[in-house]
């Protein structure tokens, strides 16, 4: 038997889940799927649980779909145990986006101050996670992909005993748009990944085993193959620079380079559509609309508008790679162990690594170029002060997490926006 527990699984996200083992059955024969989510969201679970299970029944396989809120009844004897939770829902990023962006202040999920508010969330949830794995499976592998994924990931590492790997479908998405610009299949494009989650750069591109990259980032100053992930605005940086990089970041790094143009752009789009929260939170609705058809028996169409669209490709391979030793090169959030010098061995990076039955290995890459080297350890701190500052419920090292922050203007707007984080998260924030 093959068990595998999904927490979060009333999110709109798993038809993409399910879809991903459907395909891979004949490698990875599921045998119990559980979802599970909190009272809350049991409605949704309900509505995408039943349509996960004509899913399976379409395909015609032996697999048990369970829908439930009983968490320990699911993880008893889990194998591995998934999670694409969102504490406090889209409301909650709802806040995390539009607080700062009232200060000028870039408002996102994941990176800057978005991303510090969501770990403070979402790390004493993960970590009572593995409190009940410890205890109910205390060999299964958690595969993690609640954002911060890296950040969430660094935190499990240091604060429980669970094998854990984080995954983004960032790195994938840029492999599939150098595999778009080369008319190739994705297995035929790989390429070496250096930084942290959300703040990837890829070098060593090589498509069919032929080095790429000169002539890609020339494809890329030029203006063809940006990678465009679904949740980010479509600026693109300057030829110039993207030729003096050398490296094809992933589009999150706009974020940084384009500070003041991404920034105003995400004032004026929060303006006229509504923050990226308020556009998913929509798109969740009328997602779930077609979810409740009960002529719908595949995933739709439409969950290609969010950003984590084919993100079980990355889960799904991944969690095979595992089950069947494959000795397969993935990129995944694991702890670095000498992929670079230039972070903490204990620090969660995103890097290729080689998947076997016993985790990753990460590939070691050496030093980080130095144009690239200041800003991964800049986030590297801020990071680290998020994750004690999530434990602890500590309002000095919160503080000092958000001000460190390359994109934060002045420590004044930091204070304010803590202050009004903290206000606003007081039911999802024991530990403060
Ligand atoms: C990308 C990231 C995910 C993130 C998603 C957001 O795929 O890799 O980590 O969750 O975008 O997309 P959304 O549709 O929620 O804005
Ligand atoms: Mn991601």
Not at 73 to 97: P, S
Not at 198 to 206: E, K, R, S, T
Not at 217 to 242: S, V
Not at 376 to 395: H, M, N, P, R
Request: proline share 5%; with cysteine; hydrophobic share 40%.
């Amino acid at each position: 038997t093959l068990k595998i527990v999904t927490l979060g699984g009333g999110s709109g996200y798993t038809p993409e889940l399910i879809d991903g083992f459907i395909r891979r059955y004949a490698e990875l024969p599921v045998s119990e799927f559980w979802l599970v989510d909190i009272a809350a969201g049991e409605e949704k679970l309900k509505i995408v649980g039943a349509l996960a299970q004509r899913m399976v029944k379409k395909a015609g396989l032996p697999m048990t779909v369970h829908l439930t809120t009983d968490r320990e009844a699911a993880l008893r004897n889990a194998d591995f145990v998934t999670t694409q939770l969102r504490v406090g829902q889209q409301e909650a990023r709802i806040h995390d986006e539009a607080i700062p962006l009232k200060y000028g202040v870039l408002g996102q999920e994941t990176t800057g101050a978005g991303g510090f508010m969501k770990a403070q969330r979402t790390i004493p949830v993960l970590l009572d996670l593995c409190r009940d794995m410890e205890r109910l499976c205390p060999d299964a592998w958690l595969i993690n992909f609640t954002n911060p994924a890296g950040i969430v990931t660094e935190a499990i590492e240091k604060y429980s005993s669970i094998k854990t790997l984080g995954i983004c479908s960032g790195a994938n998405s840029m492999m599939m748009d150098i595999a778009k610009v080369y008319d190739v299949g994705r297995e035929d494009v790989y390429a070496r990944v250096m930084g942290l989650n959300h703040l990837i750069f890829a070098d060593q591109i090589a498509v069919k085993g032929h080095d790429v990259t000169a002539e890609f980032i020339e494809k890329l100053a030029q203006g063809n193959g940006q990678n465009q992930l679904k949740n980010i605005p479509d600026t693109g940086l300057p030829p110039a620079f993207i030729r003096a990089l050398g490296l094809y970041p992933l589009s999150y790094l706009k974020y940084f380079y384009l500070q003041r143009e991404m920034v105003a752009h995400s004032v004026k789009d929060s303006q006229t559509h509504g923050t990226r929260g308020e556009q998913t939170r929509e798109i969740e609705r009328q997602l779930f609309e077609i979810y409740k058809n009960p002529q719908l028996e595949s995933k739709p169409k439409e969950l290609e508008s969010r950003g984590g669209a084919y993100y079980s490709d990355t889960a799904c391979s991944i969690i095979s790679a595992i089950y069947n030793n494959k000795q397969e090169i993935h990129v995944v959030n694991t702890l670095n162990r000498g992929a670079t010098p230039d972070l903490d061995e204990n620090s969660v990076v995103e890097t290729n690594a080689m998947i076997d039955r016993q985790g990753a290995h990460p590939l070691a890459y050496g030093r980080l170029p130095v144009k690239i080297r200041g800003l991964i350890q800049s986030v590297k701190a801020f990071e680290e002060l998020t994750i004690e500052a999530a434990v602890t419920g500590d309002y000095s090292t919160a503080l000092m997490a958000l001000s460190v922050h390359p994109l934060m203007p002045s420590v004044n707007i930091a204070e304010k926006i803590l202050d009004e984080y903290l206000a606003v998260n007081r039911p999802f924030l024991p530990q403060y």
